[in-house]
Nanobody, 124 residues
């Protein structure tokens, strides 16, 4: 089992940047493919980005492609989400998640472990 704790959320103006971090503990970090999801009030949880176990493969939602970058440091058991050119529609609770499959997944039910989330609010 792995425990995930997100940090780095906050309030930022449109056009600004934030860097989210997710610290993992409890099991071998590089056994897990890591993803970021987000959920706005009244909406379903949606996929944002995913990174493979080794970090050599990434996928992004179309809505964030070119603005967000996912990365991981297996030596430090962390995964990051660099968010640039933020828009008000990026406002949501952001969740870090992990799954065992080698193939990166983009749907929430495929993930085995979740953090508690960190709030990102982008003002216009």
């Amino acid at each position: 089992q792995v425990q995930l704790v997100e940090s780095g959320g906050g309030l930022v103006q449109a056009g600004g940047s934030l860097r989210l971090s997710c610290a993992a503990s409890g099991h071998t970090f590089n056994w897990y493919t890591m993803g970021w999801f987000r959920q706005a009030p009244g909406k379903e949880r949606e996929f944002v980005a995913v990174i493979s176990r080794s970090g050599d493969s990434t996928l992004y939602a179309d809505s964030v492609k070119g603005r967000f970058t996912i990365s991981r440091d297996n030596a430090k058991n962390t995964v990051h989400l660099q968010m640039n050119t933020l828009k008000p529609e990026d406002t949501a609770a952001y969740y870090c998640a992990a799954h065992h499959s080698v193939v990166p997944r983009t749907t929430a039910p495929d993930y085995d472990y979740w953090g508690q989330g960190t709030q990102v609010t982008v003002s216009s």
